[in-house]
């Protein structure tokens, strides 16, 4: 079994923001059906607490962290760039600090999906919880897509 972990905040506020790119990508992967060897989790913690949830569901399932995938936002990368990554510093992400702070460990496996930096008058913490704009969309949604496609992959590995 392989668990993929979708990252966000709860509440509809934050619904459709740059932070909770991992929600919307774990939403379009409830639709796969041919996804039985993998269970998809949704923290229902703020993001700075993703951890929490994560590694009561790793230690539950004794899952290995080579079993593990975490999708989320990244600032580094482009909007709409997909990458997927193992081993890796958190490079500044609460939820994914977390995580490696909960597990004691970093060695998982991670899809990043790209939202890019903000201009320099916007704070960080400020411009990930805005909602994407109607220019991003389609970009957005093509990321998704991709981000699903590669999670599949990844889990029927």
Same mark, same amino acid.
């Given at each position: ?14 619904? @459709? ?11 379009? /992967? #409830?639709? $796969? &059906? +041919?996804?039985?060897?993998? !269970?998809?989790? @949704? ?11 994560? /590694? #009561?569901? $790793? &230690? +539950?399932?004794?899952?290995? !962290? ?92």
């Amino acid at each position: 079994m392989k668990i993929i972990v979708g990252l966000g905040n709860p509440g509809s506020q934050y619904a @459709k923001t740059r932070h909770n790119v991992g929600y919307l990508v774990l939403e379009e /992967l #409830k639709k $796969v &059906s +041919f996804l039985s060897n993998a !269970l998809l989790l @949704k923290p229902e913690t703020f993001m700075n607490e993703s951890g929490k949830d994560v /590694l #009561k569901a $790793v &230690s +539950f399932y004794k899952i290995s !962290l080579d079993d593990l995938l975490v999708i989320h936002d990244d600032m580094d990368l482009p909007l709409g760039k997909v990458k997927l990554q193992k081993n890796r510093s958190s490079a500044g992400h609460n939820g994914v600090q977390s995580i490696i702070n909960s597990l004691d460990n970093k060695t998982f496996f991670r899809l990043r999906v790209g939202v890019s930096r903000p201009e320099k008058s916007v704070a960080a913490e400020n411009y990930v919880l805005q909602n994407f704009s109607d220019e991003e969309r389609p970009v957005l949604d093509k990321a998704i897509k991709e981000a699903v496609e590669r999670a599949v992959t990844w889990a029927n590995e």
